[in-house]
Structure formats: structure tokens, C-alpha cells
């Protein structure tokens, strides 16, 4: 694969210029903590050379023009981060288990678990937040025309991470297991089952077999905690490369700036 060039390292990072004074052999404790810092990041740079990609991922140029509607899709990613960490404490406590277990780990987790009752409202909540963002992102998106050559495929992985961020809603919703969620999951699953060739087999999968039984449970909880948000992860670091690699859209009511040689010719 060809090498990218790395872009130069931004002013803002660069060692300032020693001031008059300096160099008479003190070093404050403050200029200590700096160089210890800067001699970490260096050691890990020199021997793996991240620096470059961090430098090509953050320190971009952005069109004119760019304005709040662009930071919805770093916000749906933040909401996504936030359920990741959210669900690992879950995990911690949570039994799929189908005879009651499943029930009775949720309840101890929201009644009895340190922060437990907060952590669980914010990945219950922050689970429509992530939907709500996502389809403000794609909007955006849309109503800017970046579903345009050369962002085809960007839009494509978008549509994906579409559906598995409603699949995440869909088998999350069972895990409490209380008489909403079993009711619920049913008529979901049987909604499936009315699609078009693949319908029956979807649900098939979805319940681990013809009936709602006692697998299912841990056919919902493996996809929601580690299928999907292991695709989604990998779907944003596509999507992400792509952002960065094409750069962003300029919005639709600017126009191109004329070439200076072509202004020139004209006048
Ligand atoms: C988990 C879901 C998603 C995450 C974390 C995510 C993240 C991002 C980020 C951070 C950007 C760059 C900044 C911005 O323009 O907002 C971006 C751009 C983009 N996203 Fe998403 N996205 C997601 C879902 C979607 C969906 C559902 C679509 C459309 C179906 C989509 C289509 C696009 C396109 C076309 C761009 C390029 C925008 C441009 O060139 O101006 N994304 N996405």
C-alpha cells in the first residue's frame, strides 16, 4: 500500500521557542511534567508511527461553511461510546437467564447496585438518544446531497449502521424480560417473519428456533452485546476513514469560488 504523507505537525503542538532567561540550568516542576508527557508520546511515536495517522484523521481542512449540523455524527458516535461503556457495567450484573434470573438481576441492579439505577437510565435512555441522532445525522446528510459521487459507499455503511442501530433497540428490549418486554419481542419477531423470502428464517434466527423458548433470551442478549456493537464499531471506522479520506460536503448553497487563472482570462 502506498505510504500517506503525513501533514505537517499543527503550530499549536509544536515545542515553543525558548524565551530570554531560559536554559540557565533550573527546570521548573511544571516544564518536568511537560517533557515527561512529550518523551512518552515520542517513545510510543518512534516505535510505532501513529502520530501521522492521528494527524491525518484530526487536523483536517473542512469546507466553508461548515456549520453545527456537522458535529451530529461525532454526537451519534459519542452516543454510541457512551452505551458501550453503559452496557459493559450492565454486563457485569446481568443474567439472561429466562426462569426469573433475568428479571430479578435488572431489579437488583436498579434498586440495590451503587449508581446502578443511574447507569441503567443512561443506556435505557441514551439507547433513543442514539436513535434520534442518528436519523438527524442522516438528514443532514441527505439534505446536503453527500449521498453524491464520491460518497456513494459512505452512505451504503450509513444505511447499515442504520439497521443495526435499530436491531441494538430491537434485542435490547427483551433483556428485562418482564411481561412488556416478552409481549413486545413477540409481536417484533413475528413482524419479521411476515417479510418477503428471508422473513421466516429471520425470525427462525432471532428466536433460535420455530417458538419463543428458553434460548432465545441468549440468542437476543449474544447479538445485542457482542454481534452488532462489535459490526458497529468496525462500520464506524469504515465510515470514518471514508469521512476522512474524501473530506466533507460543502453546503449546498455555496458556491465553487472561480479558479484565479480562469477569473483572470475572463476579465
Ligand atoms: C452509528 C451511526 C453513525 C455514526 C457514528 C456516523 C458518524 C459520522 C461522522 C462522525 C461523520 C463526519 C461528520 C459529519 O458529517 O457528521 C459522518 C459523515 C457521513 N455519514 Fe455518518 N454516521 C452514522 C450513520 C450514518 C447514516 C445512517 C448515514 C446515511 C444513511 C450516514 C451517512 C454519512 C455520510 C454520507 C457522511 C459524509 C458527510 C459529508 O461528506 O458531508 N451516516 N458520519
Keep these: ?7 505537517p505537525v499543527p503550530a499549536p503542538l509544536k515545542a515553543p521557542p525558548a524565551r530570554p532567561g531560559e536554559g540557565n540550568g533550573k527546570v521548573a516542576p511544571v516544564d518536568h511534567g511537560r517533557n515527561a508527557g512529550v518523551a512518552v508520546v515520542d ?11 492521528a494527524r491525518w484523521l484530526m487536523f483536517r481542512k473542512v469546507p466553508k461553511g461548515t456549520n ?3 458535529t451530529l455524527g461525532s454526537a451519534t458516535m459519542f452516543a454510541f461510546l457512551s452505551q458501550a461503556v453503559t452496557g459493559v457495567f450492565l ?4 443474567r ?12 437488583h441492579v436498579t434498586n440495590e447496585v451503587f449508581l446502578g439505577q443511574f447507569v441503567r437510565g443512561m443506556h435505557k435512555w441514551g439507547s433513543s438518544v442514539m436513535v434520534i441522532l442518528v ?12 449521498y453524491k459521487y464520491p460518497r456513494e459507499l459512505n452512505w451504503v455503511i450509513g444505511v447499515v449502521l442504520l439497521i443495526l442501530t435499530m436491531l441494538m433497540s430491537f434485542t435490547g428490549y427483551l433483556l428485562p424480560f418482564d411481561q412488556r418486554a416478552y409481549w413486545a419481542t413477540i409481536v417484533g419477531t413475528n413482524i419479521n417473519g411476515t417479510g418477503p423470502l428471508l422473513g421466516p428464517y ?12 428458553a434460548t432465545t433470551l441468549s440468542r437476543f442478549y449474544a447479538i445485542h452485546m457482542l454481534l452488532v456493537p462489535g459490526a458497529i ?17 460543502a453546503p449546498p448553497w455555496l458556491k465553487a469560488e472561480k479558479d484565479p487563472e480562469l477569473r483572470k482570462a475572463e476579465a
Excluded at 500500500?1 to 501533514?7: E, I, R
Excluded at 517513545?43 to 495517522?53: A, F, I, K, N, P
Excluded at 436519523?135 to 453527500?146: D, I
Design 233 to 249: 464499531a468496525a462500520l464506524i471506522g469504515a465510515h470514518l476513514y471514508l469521512v476522512t479520506k474524501l473530506g466533507t460536503t
Design 135 to 146: 436519523f438527524l445525522h442522516m438528514g443532514r446528510t441527505f439534505f446536503f446531497g453527500a
Design 91 to 94: 454486563a457485569m450484573y446481568y
Design 1 to 7: 500500500m502506498p505510504k500517506l504523507p503525513a501533514p
Design 202 to 213: 429471520l425470525s427462525d434466527f432471532l428466536r433460535a428456533g420455530p417458538e419463543f423458548g
Design 96 to 107: 439472561p437467564d429466562p426462569s426469573g434470573g433475568a428479571y430479578e438481576s435488572i431489579r
Design 43 to 53: 517513545w510510543v511515536d518512534e516505535r510505532t508511527s501513529l502520530s501521522g495517522g
Design 68 to 70: 453545527w449540523f456537522y
